[in-house]
């Protein structure tokens, strides 16, 4: 299975609040998961990855959670700001260089 | 500047006309990618391309053809076949296929069928 499910579908938080976005996959042979960032009319650009080795990984005021049990992974935005308003992916690699995206969630961070 | 470009940013396209969208990149890059956007449920990857002169099917080929003569243009076709073209369309590139290599990508076309 390739499949890899993302939530919420859309997400509104308050300017400082905490918004979590889960993804989850099927496939063991995922080895590397990135998230991307999309501005509207703007490709998406790589915010951070993980690998199933670690548990944690904080960038700034983005965290990845992953659960290797569970094949479930969440990014956090810490202090969330209005610039921060975009479509978030998930993904999931496999064999080579091959993405699995999730379908998105798009977030809206109110001043 | 190095990075990638798409062209043209918007394309209308009357049914049953094939079209070739662009894409350039001048980061050297070995591997490139073509994926389809549509509203909640996405990027899909259509044709990648390992190094020059080769390409394969994605998870959605259908419809739609590339080529790879030149390491830095991967140009896509979509044919009068693909049943529902109208979508936003992303080329991507990254340094090599095998490894943890970070995909780039470019602006993007917007492709409407009238």
């Known amino acids: 299975q390739q499949q890899v499910k993302q939530s919420p579908q859309s997400l509104i938080v308050q300017k400082g609040g905490i918004p979590i976005i889960n993804c989850a996959y099927e496939?063991?042979?995922?080895?590397?998961f990135p998230w991307y960032q999309q501005f509207p009319g703007k490709g998406p650009a790589l915010l951070i990855a993980i690998r199933p080795d670690v548990s944690e990984k904080k960038e700034g005021r983005f965290t990845i959670s992953f659960n290797k049990s569970a094949k479930q992974f969440s990014l956090h935005i810490m202090d969330s700001q209005p610039g921060d308003s975009a479509t978030y992916f998930c993904?999931?690699?496999?064999?080579?260089?091959?993405?699995?995206f999730g379908g998105g969630t798009r977030l809206m961070v109110k001043p | 500047d190095g990075g990638i470009t798409q062209s043209p940013k918007y394309l209308f396209r009357k049914e049953g006309q094939n079209v070739t969208l662009s894409c350039e990149q001048n980061?050297?890059?070995?591997?490139m990618y073509w994926y389809r956007q549509d509203p909640g449920q996405g990027l899909r990857l259509i044709y990648y391309s390992q190094i020059v002169n080769d390409f394969q099917k994605g998870d959605i080929a259908e419809g739609y053809s590339v080529s790879r003569e030149k390491k830095e243009s991967f140009p896509l076709t979509v044919t009068s076949a693909q049943k529902n073209p109208t979508a936003f369309y992303l080329c991507?590139?990254?340094?090599?296929?095998?490894?943890?290599?970070?995909?780039?990508f470019g602006p993007g076309t917007r492709l409407t069928v009238l």
């Open positions: 980061l050297n890059h070995d591997a």
């Open positions: 993904a999931a690699r496999a064999a080579g260089n091959m993405l699995t």
């Open positions: 991507a590139s990254s340094i090599g296929w095998g490894g943890y290599n970070e995909q780039f």
């Open positions: 496939n063991t042979a995922f080895d590397y």
